[in-house]
Nanobody, 121 residues
Framework: QVQLVESGGGLVQAGGSLRLSCAASERIVSIYTMGWFRQAPGKEREFVAFITWSSRTDYAASVKGRFTISRDNAKNTVYLQMNSLEPEDTAVYYC???????????????WGQGTQVTVSS
């Protein structure tokens, strides 16, 4: 059973930055698609970004140009660098892995427990 553990969340002022990390218990970061999703209070969980084994990336329109997904295969860790944060980015952020998924939550097999990001105005 793959385990994913997120870290790096916290409270930040609007315009600030945070870097989330997702550490995997097995060597999947280099061979699976790794994704980030988020769920704001009272809303459905939504796609944020993914990175494939071939380093293809994509982002939700709302974060494109502000967020960057990357990975360190040696550390089996995926990152989400979040810049120019806005109050609308406030959510629980989840890391997930998939053998071949992209944008759909249902395509992902393993999920972390989530990390809270709060952006104050």
């Amino acid at each position: 059973q793959v385990q994913l553990v997120e870290s790096g969340g916290g409270l930040v002022q609007a315009g600030g930055s945070l870097r989330l990390s997702c550490a995997a218990s097995e060597r999947i970061v280099s061979i699976y698609t790794m994704g980030w999703f988020r769920q704001a209070p009272g809303k459905e969980r939504e796609f944020v970004a993914f990175i494939t084994w071939s380093s293809r990336t994509d982002y939700a329109a709302s974060v494109k140009g502000r967020f960057t997904i990357s990975r360190d295969n040696a550390k089996n860790t995926v990152y989400l660098q979040m810049n120019s944060l806005e109050p609308e980015d406030t959510a629980v952020y989840y890391c997930a892995s998939s053998e071949a998924g992209r944008w759909r939550e249902s395509e992902y097999d393993y999920w972390g427990q989530g990390t809270q990001v709060t952006v104050s105005s």
